[in-house]
């Protein structure tokens, strides 16, 4: 089914560990998308990337690192985990047209630091 | 810069009755504006958007929204509500070319259906 697949679904890291999260579309989209989700904040932008090759920061990038692997992939990376890392996590990707915004959301990953 | 506010965090209704959740926007550009939905433990669903075509947007479920440029609102409004209509609602502005066009969102509006 095309969309945005992420995983994994669940991680439990303790303090200090690291982990990447992967992210594949299969829509031929340009731009990609790395939000966290937290109670009471919505959907807050870590990293972007609009183009294969390129990358840049959003609103909250502080302890994560990407990597836009080819077109179809866009990884999140946590060096060293900290409790303040607990969130969902969503990859979306985006054709990024003016006259039709059409972006696909990933399942999720929901991680826990302890 | 592109935001939304959601002027309420928390709506509760009793089934059959009205809905409203309201979402005001702010943008330098000529703004797409979406509303998603989010059940418990559940990802992401595109209930409607705007793309400045007709003001009045449909959506799914029994949505629709209307866009008001003189009031930069973009109101979600049911007109009977379901059980089935309790979750999270996110309203949304479209981003700038300068930031990949992410989406940028509101803080999300609670909605609670009472039997």
């Known amino acids: 089914n095309a969309g945005v697949t992420q995983t994994p679904k669940f991680q439990v890291l303790k303090t200090g560990q690291s982990m990447t999260l992967q992210c594949a579309q299969d829509m031929n989209h340009n731009s990609m998308y790395w939000y966290r989700q937290d109670p009471g904040m919505g959907l807050r932008l870590i990293y972007y990337s609009a183009s294969e090759g390129t990358t840049d920061k959003g609103e909250v990038p502080n302890g994560y690192n990407v990597s836009r692997l080819n077109k179809r992939e866009f990884s999140l990376r946590l060096e060293s985990a900290a409790p303040s890392q607990t969130s969902v996590y969503f990859c979306?990707?985006?054709?990024?047209?003016?006259?039709?915004?059409?972006?696909?959301f990933g399942s999720g990953t929901r991680l826990t630091v302890v | 810069a592109q935001s939304v506010t959601q002027l309420d965090s928390h709506v509760s209704v009793s089934e059959g009755t009205p809905v409203l959740l309201r979402c005001n926007y702010s943008?330098?550009?000529?703004?797409?504006l979406f509303w998603y939905v989010q059940h418990p433990n559940k990802g992401l669903q595109l209930l409607l958007k705007?793309?400045?075509?007709?003001?009045l947007v449909k959506g799914i479920n029994g949505f629709e929204a209307e866009f008001k440029k003189s009031e930069t609102s973009f109101h979600l409004t049911k007109p009977s509500a379901h059980m089935s209509d309790a979750a999270e609602y996110f309203c949304v502005v479209s981003g700038v070319p300068n930031s990949g066009y992410a989406l940028n969102f509101g803080k999300g509006t609670s909605l609670l259906v009472t039997p």
């Open positions: 979306a990707s985006s054709a990024e047209t003016e006259a039709n915004y059409g972006y696909t």
């Open positions: 943008s330098s550009y000529s703004p797409s």
């Open positions: 705007y793309t400045s075509a007709a003001t």
